[in-house]
């Protein structure tokens, strides 16, 4: 299946489209390693972010979301990357999983551990709050979506209630981006 958004070429967009687009293709995104292209040959943003574009007021609002997660949380780049492959596997988001496991292997995570989030089975991390987000991610997006008292207990001794926070909104964050991806029909771009 082809996307069901036609990428927009940065010539066509009005003020606010442009205005977003030099946010995302010139913030913290932008900058450093890049483990996947923001953009295709000729400048049109690629994955969640092309989409961003149809409501810049709304897109701006998600793309700063998605730069504070990704750049401004106390969470460790394992525990980031390892959260959001968990929602890339339990959303089957093609996208997220091509990108995040880019980020992932240069966060540290093995091509073990990669392949065991990409298959949902437990990555066997040995690191006590690594494990803890790992468990607690699953949690979340698992069909109930609920932890139990224990499972909290045990994530807020390990982590701490602002890691909880900056983990649930990450969640919730990739959870809606591989929902937008799902509905636009956003492929993964070929390897």
């Known amino acids: 299946m082809s ?3 036609r990428l927009l070429a940065p010539a066509e967009l009005d003020v606010q489209q442009r205005a977003l687009y030099a946010e995302i293709t010139g913030g913290p995104r932008a900058t450093g390693p890049q483990h996947f292209a ?5 400048g049109r943003l690629n994955g969640p972010f092309n989409a961003m574009l149809l409501s810049p007021e709304l897109g701006r609002a998600l793309q700063e979301l998605g730069a504070a997660i990704r750049y401004r949380t106390c969470l460790t780049d394992r525990i980031r990357e390892t959260a959001i492959l968990v929602v890339a596997q339990a959303w089957d988001s093609a996208f ?9 292997a240069a966060a540290g995570l093995t091509e073990t551990e990669l392949l065991a989030l990409r298959d949902g089975r ?4 040995s690191d006590p709050a690594e494990l803890a987000a790992w468990v607690f991610a699953c949690a979340l997006t698992s069909r109930s979506g609920a ?10 001794a390990a982590l701490g209630e602002r890691a909880l926070f900056e983990l649930s909104t990450l969640v919730g964050y990739y959870s809606t981006l591989a929902l937008q991806l799902r509905v636009f029909a956003v492929p993964a771009p070929p390897s």
């Open 96 to 104: 997220e999983r091509h990108a995040h496991e880019r980020v992932g």
């Open 3 to 5: 996307s069901r958004l």
């Open 147 to 156: 932890l139990g008292e224990g499972e909290y207990d045990k994530a807020r």
């Open 122 to 125: 437990d990555p066997l991390l």
């Open 38 to 42: 923001l953009t295709d040959a000729e």
